[in-house]
């Protein structure tokens, strides 16, 4: 499960958000991944300021990954770049090669490789199972030299894991699979289209070799939003009815394959709203929710599964 977006500062070493954490791991949760956000201030900025408001700070990010530890979970650390200005981070981008005068990837590769590279310090010092170099960079994709330059100079950091978490029906785009040590992606599939995109993204993995996970999919408990579970906007009523069906669906899907290895959840806050307001909660979180106890028992016999 995915812990604590978009970690705002102030809100990630509190009581409240201790108690949150405490709750995901009562869940069946055995992985989190906690993760924040640098912002840009357009997509055609060259400069990705990690160390100012409202991104977490370094001393909120050890307590959270210290208190995963201490509730048994192992920990992905995901830093994240978005955009000040409201834009999708997978529409950041610049000329494919760098032209005077212009703002070019390689600029902002350097201000970025700035921002994982501390990520990946803090990940070392902290002994986290895995670290996420990048997520739905869709534009970023093709990049590849800056993405392998990038993960060799991680590697002599960081000594865990290494994933990417691409963006949906991207599996098959990235050309740099090799480079990682995990394939990831958002499964943010229609509710009728899993087995199809598992067909495809099966090919990829059986290709590269790699372990496969989903770092990200879930469903809003929203009327609608199985039949499109990225849009967090999309306008409905609230329905824990409908966010099951999606689980239900999905987890039915990804166990059939026995290459999927897990997938974190989207998504548990860091201030978790009050059992009694699930009903009329319409957000990812399936806390209080009737996703919360199929998720659980689902996790549980998933774990026992010796292909697993």
């Not at 229609?190 to 999919?217: C, H, N, Q, T, Y």
């Not at 919360?292 to 010796?306: D, H, N, V």
Request: contains cysteine.
């Amino acid at each position: 499960m995915t812990w604590g977006w978009v970690g705002t500062r102030g809100q990630w070493a509190t009581p409240e958000a201790t108690a949150s954490m405490r709750a995901m791991a009562d869940s069946g949760v055995t992985w989190t991944t906690l993760a924040y956000a640098a912002y840009q201030d357009t997509p055609f900025s060259t400069d990705v300021p990690f160390d100012r408001e409202p991104t977490v700070t370094d001393d909120e990010i050890v307590h959270a990954i210290r208190q995963a530890h201490a509730l048994g979970l192992r920990v992905c650390l995901k830093p994240v770049v978005n955009v000040a200005d409201g834009t999708w981070r997978a529409h950041i981008g610049f000329f494919d090669w760098d032209v005077p005068g212009e703002p070019s990837w390689s600029e902002w590769f350097a201000s970025y490789r700035r921002f994982i590279l501390h990520a990946a310090r803090l990940a070392q010092q902290e002994r986290c199972a895995m670290l996420c170099i990048g997520c739905e960079m869709v534009r970023a994709d093709g990049q590849e030299a800056h993405w392998r330059t990038l993960i060799a100079d991680v590697r002599a950091v960081y000594d865990g894991l290494i994933t990417y978490n691409c963006d949906k029906y991207q599996e098959d785009h990235v050309t740099w699979w090799d480079a990682v040590d995990v394939i990831s992606s958002s499964g943010y599939y229609p509710i009728d289209r899993w087995d199809a995109e598992l067909d495809r993204i099966g090919k990829v993995v059986a290709d590269s070799g790699k372990p496969f996970l989903f770092m990200e999919a879930g469903c809003p408990s929203r009327t609608g939003s199985a039949d499109l579970p990225n849009d967090w906007a999309l306008p409905g009523e609230p329905s824990g009815a409908e966010q099951l069906r999606y689980y239900e669906a999905m987890f039915t899907a990804i166990r059939a394959r026995e290459w999927v290895q897990g997938l974190m959840l989207w998504d548990w806050p860091a201030h978790l709203y009050d059992a009694y307001e699930a009903a009329h909660n319409d957000d990812y979180c399936p806390y209080g929710k009737p996703a919360l106890g199929y998720m659980s028992a689902a996790f549980r016999e998933w774990r026992e599964e010796p292909s697993r």
